[in-house]
């Protein structure tokens, strides 16, 4: 059991990188935590470029891997909600994958194999902040799980 992040790209500026590692940190309090970039396509067909990144984020699952999928038309929910599907699916003792792609998106393949896709706002954000959002909400959800006083 344990989380991965597995972004596309990689995360340049460096205020963004010590926040990600700062909440991966903080999650190792609770579970095994592992930060993945993986190199973007550098394909110019926006198409082939998600489907080649598909190819690398699928090559890096286990058979039994958990896999959430961020994606602006995934579910939107509540903190609190997150921490109680995030405590059911560590329940299950499997590894939690959780997965951004580069600037075209997910490939559908991703969101299909994904046995949960998120949306972490209706708002857009930069590829580097959803990361660092991933990032403190699932340290978060970890606290309303475990009852800490951080979510409040």
């Known amino acids: 059991m344990g989380i ?17 590692e700062k909440y991966a940190g903080l999650i190792k309090h609770y579970v095994p935590v592992e930060v993945r970039e993986i190199k973007g396509s550098s394909l110019d067909d926006h198409a082939a470029a998600i489907e080649a990144e598909a190819d690398s984020m699928l090559s890096r ?11 602006e038309r995934g579910k939107n929910p509540l903190s609190v909600e997150f921490a109680g599907e995030l405590g059911g699916m560590l329940e299950t003792g499997r590894r939690l994958v959780f997965v951004i792609g580069g600037p075209f998106g997910l490939s559908a393949r991703v969101r299909d194999r994904a ?4 949306s972490l706002s209706r708002l857009t954000f930069t590829h580097e902040m959803a990361r660092l959002i991933l990032a403190e909400q699932v340290f978060r959800a970890f606290t309303i799980i475990k009852g800490r006083t951080y979510h409040y």
């Open 4 to 20: 991965l992040f597995l972004f596309v790209g990689k995360t340049k500026e460096g205020f963004m990188r010590d926040g990600i």
């Open 61 to 71: 699952l286990l058979p039994g891997d958990c896999l959430i999928a961020l994606d």
């Open 115 to 118: 046995e949960l896709v998120l």
